[in-house]
């Protein structure tokens, strides 16, 4: 149960703690491989930004920074990028027994990248300096790990927000790719 009189009295009337509502956002949520290419209301960029620096992280570091991208001609160029490095995941799959192989058939890769129609690209950045907010064992042990959870649960936050504003998203994971 929800301690706390003040949340409740706050929180309670607006059905934030009703789990069908929750379930179900969890349920409409999707991440799409296909855009429309349609503007979207700067404010509801905003919204889904505000969605995320309540995302939890650990610590409470908060150790993201938001970059939005919506010139078409640099989401042209990511595109190109993605492309290009999934040259090499396909070239590499491709040696993987073939029921493993995740990259089915020959479709090329160029042309392909889900998000190329977007109106706008959001990148989490996390910054590992933030590890130093924690204690140095904790750090050590699990500091990257931190990094990388908190990052995801803004991600996921937005994800949310988006599906909540009618928006489609993509989840795009590409730590330490070329």
């Not at 179900?24 to 995320?52: D, N, Q």
């Not at 993605?82 to 029921?99: F, G, H, N, P, S």
């Not at 706008?120 to 500091?143: H, M, Q, S, Y």
Request: hydrophobic share 40%; aromatic share 12%.
């Amino acid at each position: 149960m929800i301690s706390g009189q003040r949340f409740k009295e706050k929180y309670g009337k607006k059905g934030v703690a009703d789990y069908d509502v929750f379930h179900a956002l969890l349920k409409f949520r999707r991440s799409v491989r296909g855009f429309r290419g349609e503007a979207v209301p700067r404010e509801l960029i905003e919204k889904i930004l505000e969605a995320a620096r309540w995302a939890p992280s650990a610590g409470n570091s908060q150790p993201w920074e938001f970059v939005v991208v919506e010139n078409k001609k640099t989401i042209q160029e990511l595109a190109r990028l993605y492309e290009y490095q999934m040259i090499e995941k396909k070239w590499l799959d491709a040696t993987r027994e073939k029921e493993l192989r995740m990259y089915v058939g020959n479709r090329p890769v160029e042309g392909q990248a889900p998000f190329r129609n977007a109106h706008c690209i959001i990148f989490v950045l996390a910054d590992e300096r933030w590890g130093n907010a924690f204690p140095v064992r904790t750090w050590l042990d699990k500091g990257p790990q931190h990094i990388i959870s908190s990052a995801a649960n803004a991600v996921f936050a937005m994800h949310c927000a988006a599906a909540t504003l009618g928006l489609a998203t993509q989840w795009v994971s590409d730590f330490g790719s070329p």
